[in-house]
């Protein structure tokens, strides 16, 4: 799964046990270079190293929430409507805003 940002394709992975879902970015040193898809309307960023943008959205996509920059040890509370959180690396949404719609695409091997 990937997302066009910047006329590139990043590559996203989706979080689907319990696991990947508490562990998200945790721990990483190196640069956020990806995009990690999460089914939930609250997030964590304990013990990240670095901030990150996250993009909240409907069950289309569609952006309903988004915050760039979100620095270590910050909660996001749930929010309503939301299905999917988006999260990437800092200063990769800055070409989105509220309403708009990600561009997720599969790519076939």
Do not use: C
Request: glycine share 4%.
């Amino acid at each position: 799964m990937y997302i066009i940002l910047k006329n590139k394709n990043i590559k996203i992975k989706e979080a689907k046990n319990f696991f990947q879902k508490i562990i998200g970015f945790m721990f990483r040193i190196e640069p956020i270079k990806t995009g990690l898809k999460l089914k939930t309307n609250s997030i964590h960023t304990f013990f990240m190293y670095q901030p990150i943008d996250v993009a909240m959205t409907d069950e289309k996509n569609k952006i309903l929430y988004l915050y760039q920059s979100v620095k270590p040890w910050t909660i996001i509370a749930p929010k309503e409507g939301v299905r999917y959180t988006y999260e990437f690396g800092n200063n990769m949404l800055n070409e989105y805003s509220i309403n708009d719609t990600l561009k997720i695409k599969t790519i076939d091997k």
